[in-house]
């Protein structure tokens, strides 16, 4: 049996962005693209659902990137209504996609796709359809040793 991907208290964590990997929008997000934005605004980085500013849904607990990408580990806020909403569908395995919301700060131009390679982490939603394939919220016992890689990330950059 599959482990369920958010526990009780609405905790969820996954990848919201993998690196060397070419999304539906011809972007390729390369290691290291996140780190001065990670710097910048790490605590600002808002968790909303499918990029909408009037609906934030939760708060990251964990942001970090690693040797995959950028994993997040995330909880939703009890009582708000869309939240509640939200946990369940996890829950039921009907919701699970992961996107970034962000501004490009430097990028170059290859065979037609485009390599970000620096970029200003805005938000980090949950979506229905992630323009990356592999931006998913994880089922919990795949992503226990992902979440302590980056919450040691996170507490060494601060």
Do not use: C
């Not at 996954?14 to 290691?31: E, L």
């Not at 607990?61 to 806020?77: N, Y």
């Not at 569908?89 to 131009?109: N, P, Q, Y």
Request: aromatic content about 6%.
């Amino acid at each position: 049996m599959a482990s369920i991907p958010i526990d009780g208290d609405g905790r969820f964590s996954g990848y919201a962005s993998v690196f060397n990997r070419v999304d539906a929008g011809g972007d390729i997000v390369m290691p290291g693209a996140f780190a001065k934005s990670l710097t910048k605004r790490r605590d600002r980085i808002r968790l909303l659902f499918q990029h909408d500013p009037k609906e934030p849904v939760g708060t990251w607990e964990a942001i970090g990137e690693d040797s995959h990408g950028l994993f997040v580990a995330g909880r939703l806020v009890a009582g708000v209504e869309r939240a509640d909403a939200l946990r369940r569908l996890i829950e039921d395995g009907a919701l699970d996609g992961l996107s970034i919301g962000f501004r490009t700060v430097k990028a170059t131009r290859e065979g037609g796709k485009r390599k970000l390679w620096q970029i200003d982490l805005f938000e980090i939603s949950i979506v229905t359809f992630p323009m990356m394939e592999d931006a998913r919220i994880a089922p919990s016992s795949l992503s226990t040793g992902a979440a302590i890689a980056a919450a040691t990330q996170t507490i060494r950059n601060r």
